[in-house]
């Protein structure tokens, strides 16, 4: 069993900054593709950024420009650096992995930015 542990969440100032991550348990870390989502309060799970095996990027056009994602892969390791952050960012920010053994979800970390 795949588990996920995020971490680095935090309440945070309009314009501030904060890294999260997400260690993955077990072998074969360089195999899942890694994603970032996000919940709101009364708002749908979206997708935040997701990186490939390979390392290829997607991120959300919300996002684009301030947030980027990396994985460290001898660290079993995901990181999402987010700069510029806005009220609107504020949401639990959850990791997901999925290989051909199927999908899996952290439990989340909370990001509220706020004055």
């Known amino acids: 069993q795949v588990q996920l542990v995020e971490s680095g969440g935090g309440l945070v100032q309009p314009g501030g900054s904060l890294r999260l991550s997400c260690v993955v348990s077990?072998?074969?870390?360089?195999?899942?593709?890694m994603n970032w989502y996000r919940q709101a309060p009364g708002k749908q799970r979206e997708l935040v950024v997701a990186?490939?095996?390979?390392?290829?990027?997607n991120y959300a056009d919300s996002v684009k420009g301030r947030f980027t994602i990396s994985r460290d892969n001898a660290k079993n390791t995901v990181y999402l650096q987010m700069n510029s952050l806005k009220p609107e960012d504020t949401a639990l920010y959850l990791c997901?992995?999925?290989?051909?053994?199927?999908?899996?979800w952290g439990q989340g970390t909370q990001v509220t930015v706020s004055s």
């Open positions: 077990g072998s074969g870390f360089s195999m899942y593709h």
């Open positions: 997901n992995a999925i290989s051909y053994r199927g999908t899996s």
């Open positions: 990186i490939s095996t390979a390392g290829n990027t």
